[in-house]
């Protein structure tokens, strides 16, 4: 494969090759669902969004869910009503029979709760300190919010209705950093369900990066993801040796057709992926 070839293909390239390695070196875990894991600790790997957006082409990704949750993260909701409205059924298996997941993402993003009783839009503030500070160490989102973590001897309905989240995050931490006039992100995620789980955190950060470049008036640079338990499902493995068995495409570009007054401003419509042509998707169950 040549240079060019490499560069054209970086995401299929890197998700392959670390896909491979979990089936070949991953340790077998047992996980809270009982499914079972090829598991790997520590991996990382990144993408230069000037070339291309990150969607896999060895098989293909479901964009709508990706773009409508995090639009939904945005709005600091928590209930999958939004969701559900836009044929995004992802968090349904969690949710209590109203549609309620507890102060999960979009609560800490947007609401996060100090002791005194007040709280904190950490996207906004993030927004204000790139503008103010942009050679700040401290561009920062967390979900890691350890006073409303799950007990885990209790369902995720039984949570919600104690007042914790359903499910702990899994991207607990993204780290902005502005250079050369362009914005760039790394993601912290403590655990990775490398099959279905990781190509949507990785297409979501690369969104989520595009928009606040495009509000903040920088062009996009690098996105970097860093996986702490990166795993497979033991289910999952014929999916992932028939993935490894496909050449990947050429990658597609993102366009954002408006420019909105805000962050908090963009919908669904404003987006538009060129030149996606991936190979045809790959089912695998959900493990719950």
């Avoid at 077998?28 to 009982?34: E, F, L, P, W």
């Avoid at 600091?76 to 029979?97: H, Q």
């Avoid at 902005?176 to 789980?197: H, P, V």
């Avoid at 909105?260 to 790959?282: A, K, V």
Wanted: aromatic residues 10%.
């Amino acid at each position: 494969m040549t240079r060019q070839a490499i560069k054209l293909h970086t995401m299929d390239i890197s998700y392959l090759s670390i896909l491979k390695d979990i089936l070949e070196h991953g340790v077998i875990k047992s996980d809270r669902t009982g499914t079972g894991t090829r598991s790997l600790f520590g991996v990382s790997y990144r993408h230069d969004l000037s070339s291309s957006f990150p969607l896999l082409t060895t098989k293909k990704l479901h964009v709508r869910s990706i773009l409508h949750e995090l639009l939904w993260f945005l709005r600091g909701d928590t209930n999958i009503s939004y969701l559900n409205k836009n044929g995004v059924t992802i968090w349904d298996e969690w949710a209590t029979p109203n549609g309620e997941l507890g102060p999960i993402y979009g609560s800490q993003w947007r609401v996060w709760r100090n002791p005194d009783g007040t709280w904190t839009d950490q996207v906004q503030i993030l927004l204000n300190s790139l503008r103010m500070n942009p050679d700040s160490r401290r561009h920062i989102i967390s979900a890691w919010n350890v006073s409303f973590l799950p007990d885990e001897s209790k369902s995720p309905v039984q949570n919600v209705l104690d007042g914790r989240m359903s499910l702990p995050p899994c991207h607990i931490l993204y780290q902005f950093y502005i250079a050369n006039n362009k914005l760039s992100c790394m993601l912290t995620q403590r655990s990775g369900d490398w099959f279905l789980g990781i190509p949507y955190n990785f297409a979501s950060l690369a969104f989520l990066t595009h928009m606040i470049a495009q509000q903040l008036g920088l062009k996009p640079g690098e996105i970097v993801h860093s996986i702490g338990d990166a795993h497979l499902y033991l289910n999952h493995i014929n999916q992932a040796q028939l993935q490894l068995t496909r050449t990947p495409r050429p990658p597609p570009q993102l366009i954002i057709k408006r420019y909105p007054e805000t962050l908090f401003n963009y919908n669904f419509e404003d987006f538009e992926i060129t030149g996606y042509d991936p190979h045809p998707y790959i089912t695998a169950p959900i493990a719950v």
